[in-house]
C-alpha cells in the first residue's frame, strides 16, 4: 500500500498509520525470533557464559530506563529501587542484562494498570533480584509449569499477551547456568513476584576481568542513584 500510495491516493494520517503497524510487526517479529534461537542455542549447549566481575547497579539501572517506555505507553509505572552498596558479582554481563529485559517485558506484557518494581539486595552470598508487579497473576494450577518452554498460563485475559511462552524458560535456564534459582509467587488477578537468586562469585569460575566499574563505565550513559522511577 506504501509503495502505491500515489495510486491509493492515502493520506497522511493513513500513510503513518500503516507504517506504525509494519514498525510493531517487525519488532514483533524479530522479539519472537529472537526468543527462539536464544532457546535453540541453550537447547544446543552452543550458549557459552562469558564471566566477568561488574557493578549490578548500574546495569539494573540501564534495563529499568530501557524499558521505562513500553511501560509508560502502556500506563504502568516502573520503578527501580536499589541500595547504593551493591556488591561487585561475577557474572555473564550480557545474559544478566537479557534475564532482566525478559522479566520486565512479562511483566509489562501482563500488567493492565498499576504499578512494576524492580529491586535488588544481597542476602548471604546471593545476589537477590525481584521484580513484582500488580498484573492478571498466575492462576495456582499454572504455577509449577510456568516457565516451562512455550506453556502460556491460561488465566491471562490481557490483550498483549503476545509471544511465544519462552521468556521466562531463558531466564530460568541462564540463571540455572549461574548456579543460581528463580522463585516465583503469584495469585490470579492480584500479581506476580518473581525472585532471581545468583551467586556473588559462583564456586570454580575466574572471572575475565573487570568490564563495568561503580560509576557505570562500560554499559552506557545510566544513572547510578540508589533509585529512580520512571513511568505515567
Known amino acids: ?20 503497524l509494519i514498525h510493531a510487526s517487525g519488532h514483533h517479529l524479530l522479539s519472537l525470533i529472537d526468543g527462539i534461537l536464544d532457546m535453540a542455542k541453550l537447547d544446543a549447549g552452543a550458549a557459552e557464559l562469558r564471566l566477568e566481575a561488574f557493578a549490578p547497579g548500574p546495569v539494573i539501572t540501564l534495563c529499568g530506563a530501557m524499558l521505562a517506555l513500553d511501560a509508560k505507553q502502556a500506563g504502568l509505572t516502573l520503578a527501580v529501587d536499589l541500595p547504593s552498596n551493591l556488591p561487585e558479582v561475577v557474572a555473564d554481563p ?10 520486565l517485558s512479562n511483566a509489562i506484557k501482563f500488567t493492565e494498570r498499576g504499578r512494576i518494581n524492580l529491586s535488588a539486595a544481597v542476602e548471604g552470598s546471593e545476589l537477590v533480584v525481584e521484580v513484582e508487579d500488580t498484573g492478571v497473576g498466575i492462576a495456582a494450577a499454572d504455577l509449577p509449569f ?28 541462564l540463571v ?24 556473588i ?10 568490564s563495568i566499574d561503580q560509576r557505570g563505565h562500560g554499559v552506557g550513559a545510566a544513572p547510578t542513584a540508589a533509585r529512580c522511577a520512571s513511568g505515567g
Do not use: C, W
Request: net charge positive; aromatic share 4%.
Open 1 to 20: 500500500m506504501l509503495i502505491n500510495e500515489h495510486t491509493l491516493k492515502l493520506d497522511a494520517a493513513r500513510r503513518s498509520d500503516y507504517a506504525q
Open 94 to 103: 550480557r545474559a544478566f542484562k537479557q534475564i532482566l529485559i525478559n522479566l
Open 146 to 173: 510456568v516457565g516451562n518452554a512455550f506453556f502460556r498460563a491460561g488465566v491471562s485475559k490481557v490483550q498483549r499477551r503476545d509471544g511465544t511462552g519462552l521468556g521466562l524458560s531463558i531466564v530460568k535456564d
Open 176 to 199: 540455572r547456568r549461574h548456579g543460581g534459582e528463580v522463585e516465583m509467587s503469584s495469585r490470579a488477578g492480584e500479581g506476580t513476584r518473581v525472585r532471581v537468586r545468583m551467586p
Open 201 to 210: 562469585a559462583p564456586a570454580g569460575t575466574a572471572p575475565r576481568r573487570r
